[in-house]
C-alpha cells in the first residue's frame, strides 16, 4: 500500500522550489557562453541547471546540476532541485541515489548552525522520505524522517509523514 498518493508527492517535489534565485539572473546564451569560456565554473554550472529547470529543459537540468554537484557546489544549494528534477523525469533511483546525500549533509542540531539551508535540506528530506515510502522502503523513509526532525525540530512536515507511515503500517497488520 501506498501510504502517499503520487500526485501528493508531485506536488511537494514541484513545491520544493530552489529559494534565494536572484532576480535577473543571467540568460541562457550568457550562461552557456560562460560555460564555453571556463567549463569548470560550478556556479555558472549550477546557475545554467537551475535556468533549464525553471524553462523545463529536465534532462539538461539534470546533467547540469548533478556536473554542480561534481564540481563542488554545496549540497544544501544543489542537491535539493536535483533530486526534484530527477523525480519529475521518473528517474526514481537517480533521485533516491542523489537524495542519499541528505544523510551526509542533514545533521543534528544543523538548524543553529545554518537555519535557511538546514531548513531548505530538511524539506528536501521530507520529501526523498515520501518518495521512498512511495517505493516500498518504509524503513528508509522513516529513519529519514528521524533525521529531518533531529536536524530541524521545528520541520513541520516529517511528524505528519511519520504518522502517515505508523497508520498505513498499523492498517496493514
Known amino acids: ?31 552557456e557562453r560562460r560555460l564555453a569560456e571556463h567549463p569548470t565554473d560550478a556556479q555558472a554550472t549550477l546557475a545554467l541547471g ?34 526534484r528534477v530527477s523525480f519529475v523525469l521518473h528517474d526514481y533511483h537517480a533521485a533516491i541515489r542523489y537524495g542519499g546525500a541528505y544523510r551526509d549533509v542533514l545533521t543534528p542540531g544543523c538548524a543553529r548552525a545554518e537555519p535557511r539551508a538546514c531548513a531548505r535540506l530538511a524539506e528536501a528530506t521530507v520529501l526523498l522520505a515520501e ?14 524522517l528521524r533525521s529531518a526532525l533531529l536536524a530541524d525540530p521545528a520541520q513541520e512536515d516529517a511528524r505528519p509523514a511519520l504518522a502517515r507511515l505508523d497508520s498505513a503500517a498499523a492498517g496493514a497488520r
Open 50 to 83: 537551475l535556468h533549464l529547470e525553471r524553462r523545463g529543459d529536465r534532462p539538461r537540468a539534470q546533467q547540469y546540476l548533478a556536473r554542480a554537484l561534481d564540481l563542488g557546489v554545496a549540497p544544501a544549494r544543489v542537491l535539493p532541485p536535483l533530486v
Open 1 to 31: 500500500m501506498n501510504p502517499l498518493p503520487r500526485t501528493v508527492l508531485l506536488a511537494g517535489l514541484l513545491a520544493c522550489a530552489h529559494r534565494g534565485q536572484a532576480q535577473g539572473s543571467p540568460d541562457l546564451d550568457t550562461l
Open 131 to 144: 518518495l521512498h515510502a512511495a517505493v516500498g522502503s518504509i524503513e528508509d523513509a522513516r529513519a529519514l
